[in-house]
C-alpha cells in the first residue's frame, strides 16, 4: 500500500509564495509518474505539474512560470513550490502517483489566496 502524505498548505496573500511537499511511503523511483494535481470548488479536479515516465516535467498552463516541481529522491519527497500565487490558485492541492495501473492519491492540502 502506497501512502503519500501532504503537507506545506495554507493561507498566503496575493502575490505570495508556498511550497508543498509530498512524502511517498516508498521509493519514488517505483512510481510511473508522480506529481500534483488541484481541485477548486465546484470544478473538477485537473493536474497541475508532474514528473512524466521519462523523467520529464509536464505543467498545466495556468501554472507555467510560476510553479516548479522538483524532488529529493533520498527522501521520497516531491515538492511544488508555488510563486506568484493568485487567488485562482485556490484549491485543495493533491498529490498523485501511479504504479502499475493503480493511481495513488494523498489526502490533499488546502491552499487559500487571499488577501
Known amino acids: 500500500q502506497v501512502q503519500l502524505v501532504e503537507s506545506g498548505g495554507g493561507l498566503v496573500q496575493p502575490g505570495g509564495s508556498l511550497r508543498l511537499s509530498c512524502a511517498a511511503s516508498r521509493s519514488i523511483f517505483s512510481f510511473y509518474t508522480m506529481g500534483w494535481y488541484r481541485q477548486a470548488p465546484g470544478k473538477q479536479r485537473e493536474l497541475v505539474a508532474v514528473f512524466t515516465s521519462g523523467s520529464g516535467t509536464n505543467y498545466a498552463d495556468p501554472v507555467k512560470g510560476r510553479f516548479t516541481i522538483s524532488r529529493d529522491n533520498a527522501k521520497n519527497t516531491v515538492y511544488l513550490q508555488m510563486s506568484s500565487l493568485k487567488p485562482e490558485d485556490t484549491a485543495v492541492y493533491y498529490c498523485?502517483?501511479?504504479?502499475?495501473?493503480?493511481?495513488?492519491w494523498g489526502q490533499g492540502t488546502q491552499v487559500t489566496v487571499s488577501s
Open positions: 498523485h502517483a501511479v504504479t502499475g495501473t493503480i493511481v495513488h
